[in-house]
C-alpha cells in the first residue's frame, strides 16, 4: 500500500479515536445540560484547550493551501495572513474576549439580540451561518486539493472532497465541541510538527535557498518574492489585520469557543499562546509557495502550488507533511461547522420556532444538521473561487457585530436604544452589497474597510439623532440563554 496513504489513514483512524473518546466528555450529566456538554464542552474548556481550539481554527486550508497559493503569484509576504490572525488573537485576548465571557449568553446571535433587537439577532444568525459554512466548503476545498496531490492514484479532485467532507464532519458529529477541541490538540501538533518538518527538508531536496531563488520566474513587472510586503502590499496586509482580530470574537467558531472556556482567565491565556503557536505558519506555507513558483511553473491552479512541492519529498516525510495540512484543515473545519451548528440549533430552531426542544432533541437535531452540512457541502465546494480571497469577502460581513461588541463591552455609556438595530442593519446589507451585486462599493480593493466607515458612521449618527441611553444589563444578569429584553430605559 502507498505509503503516504497508510499515513493519512493512520491520521484518520487517531480522530476518530479521539471523537469516540470525547463522547464520555459529552455523556458526563451536568446541571447545564446535555446540549451544552455537546455543543459547548460544558463549558469547562482549560486554556490549553482554548489555545489548541482558536490555533487550529486559525491553522487551517485558508492559511497554508490559500497562503501558498497567494505565495505562488505574489511572494512570501502572503504569510502575513496567518501573522495578522495571530496580531488579532493576541489583541482579542488581551482586551476583548475575557470582558466578554463575563456576559451571559450561549451564541453571538443571542449577544446581538440582547443588545440589539430581535432582527438583528436574526440577521446574525442568517450571516454566522452563511460564514462559517462558506469556511467549511473552503476547508473541504484545501482538503480535497491536499489529498489528490498526496495520492493521485488513488483520488481525483471529486473523490478527495467527498472523503474531506465526510472525515471533517463525523469528526464533530461524534463528539461535538469536545471532540472538535481535543482533536485540535492532535492536529495542531501534525500541523507544526508536519510544516516545521517538511519545510527543511524541502528547502534540501530543492538544492538549498541560494537555489530555488535562482529558479524564481522573472516577471513584468517584477515580482518582489521574498520582499517581506511589498507583494500583498500594506493595505492589504492591514485589511487583514483588522479583519481577523474582529472575527477573532465575533465569529460563531470563535465565540463558540470563548463560551466554551472555564472562565475569565481560560480564554484570556488561551488566546495568547494561541496567537503566538499561529503567527509563523504563514511564512512556511508562503515559503513553500515560492518553491512551487520557481519548480512548478504553469500548475493547473495555484491551490496545488503546496501539495506540488510537499508531493517531490520521500514517501515518509511527504505523507506526514501533508498529513500536517489535512490536519489543519481538519482543526479549522471541526471547529467552523460545530460554529454553525450551535447557531442553527440554539440560535434559530430553538430561539425562533421549538422554545421546548429537549435536551436530548437538541443534540439529535444538532448531529443531524452536522450529517447535512456534510453532503451539501460537497457540491458547492466544487464551484468556490480563490481561497483567501473568497474568506475575505465573507468575514467583512462580521465587521458590524464586531464593532457593537466593543460599544457593548467597552463604551456602553456612548450607546443609544438605536445604536445596535441601525449599525447591525445598515453595515451587514451594505456588506452584503458590496460582495456580491455592487462590487464598486468596496473601497481600497478590500471590503473590510468600507464596512468599517459605514458601520461607524451610522453609530455615530445615532449618538446625534438618539437621546435614549441604552441599557445592557440583561448581559450580565440571569442564567445564559434566557433572551427577554430589558424593559425600556428612561429618557434623559
Known amino acids: 500500500m502507498n505509503t503516504a496513504l497508510i499515513i493519512v489513514i493512520l491520521y484518520m483512524l487517531a480522530l476518530m479515536v479521539v471523537s469516540w473518546y470525547s463522547t464520555r466528555l459529552v455523556n458526563r450529566a451536568t446541571a447545564k445540560g446535555e446540549s451544552v456538554n455537546y455543543l459547548l464542552a460544558g463549558q469547562n474548556l482549560n486554556w490549553f484547550l482554548v489555545a489548541m481550539m482558536i490555533a487550529g481554527l486559525a491553522i487551517g486550508g485558508v492559511s497554508t493551501v490559500g497562503v501558498a497559493e497567494n505565495a505562488y503569484t505574489r511572494g512570501f509576504s502572503a504569510g502575513w495572513y496567518d501573522l495578522s490572525w495571530g496580531i488579532g488573537a493576541f489583541i482579542a485576548g488581551m482586551f476583548i474576549v475575557g470582558r466578554i465571557r463575563r456576559c451571559k449568553f450561549y451564541t453571538i446571535n443571542e449577544f446581538i439580540e440582547k443588545t440589539c433587537g430581535r432582527a438583528a439577532g436574526l440577521i446574525t444568525v442568517i450571516v454566522q ?25 488513488t483520488f481525483t479532485l471529486t473523490t478527495a472532497i467527498i472523503v474531506s467532507a465526510i472525515v471533517f464532519g463525523i469528526v464533530s458529529l461524534i463528539g461535538g465541541m469536545w471532540a472538535a477541541s481535543l482533536s485540535n490538540v492532535v ?37 518582489p518574492w521574498m520582499h517581506f510586503t511589498r507583494g500583498m502590499g500594506w493595505g492589504t496586509i492591514m485589511a487583514w ?8 470574537y465575533s465569529g460563531a467558531a470563535a465565540m463558540q469557543t470563548v463560551v ?81 451548528t450551535s447557531m442553527l440549533t440554539k440560535g434559530l430552531i430553538v ?7 429537549s435536551e436530548k432533541g437538541q443534540v439529535l437535531l444538532s448531529r443531524i444538521i452536522i450529517a447535512v452540512a456534510m453532503f451539501i457541502a460537497i457540491p458547492i465546494s466544487l464551484t468556490m473561487g480563490g481561497i483567501v480571497a473568497t474568506l475575505m469577502r465573507l468575514l467583512a460581513m462580521l465587521a458590524p457585530m464586531a464593532i457593537m461588541m466593543i460599544l457593548v463591552v467597552y463604551i456602553p455609556q456612548h450607546t443609544r436604544r438605536s445604536t445596535g438595530p441601525a449599525v447591525m442593519m445598515v453595515g451587514c446589507i451594505y456588506a452584503a452589497l458590496e460582495i456580491s451585486i455592487l462590487p464598486q462599493l468596496i473601497l ?49
Open 241 to 248: 489585520t483588522v479583519t481577523m482580530f474582529m472575527q477573532a
Open 187 to 223: 492536529n495542531v501538533i501534525v500541523i507544526l510538527l508536519g510544516l516545521t518538518l517538511g519545510l527543511f527538508a524541502i528547502i534540501k531536496n530543492f538544492g538549498g535557498v541560494a537555489a530555488i531563488q535562482a529558479r524564481l520566474p522573472v516577471t513584468e513587472p517584477p515580482t
Open 351 to 357: 430561539r425562533y420556532f421549538r422554545p421546548n426542544m
Open 444 to 492: 481600497g480593493g478590500e471590503p473590510i474597510y468600507a464596512v468599517l466607515v459605514v458601520s461607524v458612521i451610522t453609530w455615530i449618527a445615532t449618538l446625534i439623532f438618539d437621546k435614549r441611553p441604552a441599557d445592557y444589563r440583561i448581559l450580565y444578569e440571569g442564567e445564559a440563554g434566557k433572551m427577554t429584553m430589558p424593559e425600556p430605559a428612561s429618557a434623559e
Open 129 to 153: 451561518i452563511v460564514v462559517n459554512f462558506s469556511i467549511f466548503c473552503l476547508q473541504v476545498i484545501a482538503g480535497g486539493s491536499i489529498l489528490t496531490a498526496l495520492l493521485p492514484g
Open 260 to 340: 466554551s472556556s472555564r472562565d475569565e482567565r481560560s480564554v484570556k491565556v488561551g488566546y495568547i499562546v494561541a496567537a503566538v503557536i499561529m503567527a509563523p505558519a504563514g511564512f512556511i506555507a508562503a515559503y513553500m509557495g515560492i518553491v512551487a513558483a520557481g519548480s512548478f511553473p504553469g500548475l493547473a491552479s495555484a491551490k496545488l502550488a503546496l501539495p506540488a512541492v510537499v508531493g517531490e519529498l520521500n514517501p515518509w516525510l511527504a505523507g506526514f507533511t501533508l498529513a500536517g495540512l489535512w490536519a489543519a484543515d481538519v482543526s479549522t473545519a471541526s471547529a467552523c461547522i460545530m460554529g454553525m
